[in-house]
């Protein structure tokens, strides 16, 4: 089975400024998905960045990007020039790559980020 | 773009009630997964369908049920409602046929109490 681990329970970051959200995984797949959701007090859950294992190119779309270390089993988020709508608890999740797509995801426990103006 | 709908948005039931929670997956996609979100917590998987057919089931209770209909949708029946069934519950979407890469997509949830 697959775990997923956020250790930071809460951050928090001055607006404009860079912060980095840590997540770790273990699975003995090959072949998986890894993403970062962001879920705001409205509790919808929105997609932040995915990365494909097989890449070894680090996603990224816009202000954020993900530092991925397979041999590591690490995939942290970093979020630049932070706004206040960045506010919202991050979920880092884990699918598996098989054949058939319809594959569950895994959620990690979150990591509470407050924006401070 | 369109996006997950799932109705009702809020729904309060009283214990031992029965409960039915719709989702209508994005146009064209064929594969609709349910998850449970407890306060303060991750969301579990619960169970998913793919082309109408169960394809994967996570910590569903057995007095929950769920099905696919021919036009996709979904429809999670939960009987016999326990205080612990207050949660919020999302339904996710995939275009499943195109591989493990497509990426599910998540509605706005349905938020049930359960008095």
């Known amino acids: 089975a697959q775990t997923v681990t956020q250790s930071q329970p809460e951050m928090s970051v001055q607006e404009a400024e860079t912060v980095t959200l840590s997540c770790t995984y273990d699975?003995?797949?090959?072949?998986?998905?890894l993403f970062w959701y962001k879920q705001p007090p409205s509790r919808q859950m929105i997609l932040v960045i995915r990365?494909?294992?097989?890449?070894?190119q680090n996603a990224t779309e816009n202000r954020f990007s993900v530092n991925f270390q397979k041999a590591a089993k690490s995939f942290s988020l970093k979020i630049s020039d932070s706004q206040l709508g960045d506010t919202a608890m991050y979920f880092c999740?884990?699918?598996?790559?098989?054949?058939?797509?319809?594959?569950?995801?895994?959620f990690g426990t979150g990591t509470k980020l407050q924006v401070i103006p | 773009a369109a996006g997950v709908i799932q109705s009702p948005r809020h729904l309060i039931k009283e214990k031992r009630e029965t409960a039915t929670l719709k989702c209508y997956p994005i146009?064209?996609?064929?594969?609709v997964y349910w998850y449970q979100q407890g306060p303060g917590q991750d969301p579990q998987f619960l169970i998913s369908?793919?082309?109408?057919?169960?394809?994967d089931k996570g910590s569903i209770p057995d007095r929950f049920s769920a099905q696919q209909f021919s036009d996709y949708h979904s429809e999670l029946n939960m009987s016999s409602l326990e205080l612990g069934d207050s949660a919020l519950y999302f339904c996710?979407?995939?275009?499943?046929?195109?591989?493990?890469?497509?990426?599910?997509?998540f509605g706005p949830g349905t938020r049930l109490l359960v008095l």
């Open positions: 996710a979407s995939s275009a499943a046929d195109r591989g493990p890469k497509e990426t599910q997509y």
């Open positions: 699975t003995s797949e090959s072949n998986y998905y």
């Open positions: 990365q494909e294992a097989y890449k070894q």
């Open positions: 999740a884990f699918m598996k790559g098989l054949s058939g797509g319809y594959q569950k995801v895994t």
């Open positions: 146009p064209r996609h064929d594969t």
């Open positions: 369908f793919y082309e109408k057919m169960q394809s």
